[in-house]
């Protein structure tokens, strides 16, 4: 049975913009700017859906003055996401998006 954890996590992961950030800055760490600029997304937005992925300790984030630059979770998250890849490329590309 899932827990709550469980249920927030998949939701975290579950929202395509917080999807698009996450693979974005699985490229390389990067500053909101730069998330603007390569998502087309407004700060606000940006912002916000780093908000729920730093509460959840998917990305994490360092003071350099005035910026804060944005990375993912090395420990776990990158290798989540190395996972999910594979298997994406290997099954799904073929498979699971074939019209019914």
């Known amino acids: 049975m899932l827990s ?3 249920r927030q996590f998949l939701k ?5 913009k917080r999807m ?12 909101v700017t730069e998330l603007m600029e390569k998502s087309d997304m407004e700060q606000s937005t940006v912002s916000h859906h780093l908000k729920r992925l ?4 998917f990305v994490k984030n360092k003071v350099n003055g005035k910026e804060r630059i944005y990375s993912v979770n090395e420990e ?6 190395r996972l999910m890849n ?14 019914s």
């Open 86 to 99: 594979k298997h994406v490329k290997k099954y799904c590309q073929r498979l699971c998006c074939q019209p």
């Open 4 to 6: 709550e954890s469980h």
């Open 20 to 31: 698009e950030l996450m693979l974005l800055l699985m490229q390389r760490p990067m500053t």
């Open 54 to 57: 730093k509460l959840c300790q």
């Open 76 to 81: 776990t998250i990158e290798p989540l996401f």
């Open 12 to 16: 975290t992961l579950g929202n395509p």
